[in-house]
């Protein structure tokens, strides 16, 4: 297992947010609803977001565990 000691999101919070903000447009809701017929969703970018934020202010465990989703810093699959 990885030293979880300097972990930190993948990405930006900037780009989390501007994933969400992008995925709530009309433009984009359009398109997809166009493309699959269904609408977009956008839940999983704000949860990215909410917990990039967590992480930044209070280091929160929490936010490193729910964490930038399949981020984690236990990098055993790939072989590390």
């Given at each position: 297992?990885?030293?979880?000691?300097?972990?930190?999101?993948?990405?930006?919070?900037?780009?989390?947010?501007?994933?969400?903000?992008?995925?709530?447009?009309?433009?984009?809701f359009?398109?997809?609803?166009?493309?699959?017929?269904?609408?977009?969703?956008?839940?999983?970018?704000?949860?990215?977001?909410?917990?990039?934020?967590?992480?930044?202010?209070?280091?929160?465990?929490?936010?490193?565990?729910?964490g930038?989703?399949?981020?984690?810093?236990?990098?055993?699959?790939?072989?590390?």
């Open positions: 297992m990885a030293d979880c000691s300097h972990w930190q999101p993948p990405r930006p919070c900037e780009a989390y947010r501007a994933e969400w903000k992008l995925c709530r447009s009309a433009r984009h359009l398109h997809h609803y166009y493309v699959h017929g269904e609408r977009p969703a956008c839940e999983q970018w704000r949860r990215d977001l909410a917990s990039c934020r967590d992480w930044e202010e209070r280091r929160s465990a929490e936010a490193q565990e729910l930038v989703v399949a981020h984690t810093c236990n990098l055993s699959y790939l072989g590390v």
